[in-house]
């Protein structure tokens, strides 16, 4: 085993295939699937699963990476203070659902951690996708939600993904209005007030479950429903619409402007919201950083 090897299976994954891995590496894909080869038959262990779609990381593949990632930031710290070696990019990938605070938190992250290179990817995207990220470590952080209606569901998925939930905080249910909605200056809502008011969601594709849902209370019919795929077009038709849709009460000024408020909702649920990730992978630098940046800013606002 070297470290070439091992810096094959970070840009495998990186890529998502190893076809793209070896076009980034400069290198032909039957001598990136030869070396790979070669290690797996050295370590006696199966890091990549191979189907007809593609390749995944096998279980003993997600811990190898932890430990291939630790090694070779470590082996690139010597290099740059024994031999002034150019850094290689700082490499972080996260799946979240439709936060802000997920977004401030990569911000600041850059600006006090971001060095001359580096490659960070944030996807907000459908919850199913995020619980898929992670397994496969396309991302090595997946910030979702979970409520009294899917936490059976989804904390025995995590469990068969073989994913771990770690709560961030939790909050009592909000509505996000106009500032210039009816609604906006009450100091709490019902159910009932939403009646007439178009209910704004995020859609879920083929998987378009109650439990996969990003808001709770999803189950009840609305007469005016609209589903949108990403935040900015939400945020459009909660202006140009009147409409409302349920978060948990964290807003950003910074990034939603102050065009949006958020009024309590009076029901008696609660909302989890966490990060997940892989049983078997080990956090990066980055992703710890990253992590104390999402704390930080949790603390501010809630």
């Known amino acids: 085993m070297n470290l070439q090897q091992l810096k094959y299976v970070i840009e495998i994954v990186r890529s998502g295939s190893m076809n793209e891995a070896a076009r980034r590496l400069y290198i032909s894909q039957p001598s990136l699937s030869k070396a ?10 199966t890091i990549f699963t191979r189907t007809s779609t593609g390749i995944t990381l096998s279980p003993d593949g997600a811990e190898f990476l932890g430990y291939a990632r630790q ?69 090595e952080i997946g910030i979702l939600y979970v409520s009294l209606f899917n936490e059976k569901v989804m904390m025995q998925l995590l469990k068969e993904e073989g994913l771990e939930f770690n709560l961030l905080f939790k909050a009592s249910p909000h509505i996000f209005v106009s500032s210039q909605n009816p609604l906006a200056n009450r100091s709490s809502v019902t159910l009932e007030d939403l009646e007439d008011y178009p209910r704004l969601t995020f859609e879920q594709g083929e998987y378009n479950s109650f439990y996969y849902s990003e808001e709770i209370f999803s189950t009840i019919p609305s007469k005016k429903s609209i ?4 935040r900015a077009t939400l945020f459009n038709l909660l202006i ?30 609660v909302i989890s919201v966490g990060w997940i990730v892989h049983k078997k992978a080990q956090l990066s630098r980055m992703a710890k950083l990253y992590l104390e940046e999402l704390e930080r800013i949790i603390e501010f606002y809630v």
């Open 36 to 45: 790979i080869k070669n290690l797996e038959e050295e370590l006696g262990k």
């Open 71 to 139: 090694v070779v930031e470590q082996v690139e710290l010597l290099e740059r203070r024994y031999f002034n070696t150019a850094p290689s990019p700082q490499l972080f990938s996260v799946s979240t659902q439709h936060y802000a605070f997920a977004v401030n938190a990569l911000v600041e992250m850059i600006k006090k951690h971001g060095s001359d290179k580096y490659q960070f990817t944030m996807r907000e995207t459908r919850t199913y996708e995020i619980i898929e990220d992670v397994k496969t470590l396309r991302s």
């Open 227 to 230: 589903q949108v795929s990403d």
């Open 240 to 269: 140009g619409l009147n409409g409302y849709t349920i978060s948990t009460g964290i807003l950003s000024a910074d990034l939603n402007g102050s065009n949006i408020v958020s009024v309590p909702l009076e029901e008696g649920e």
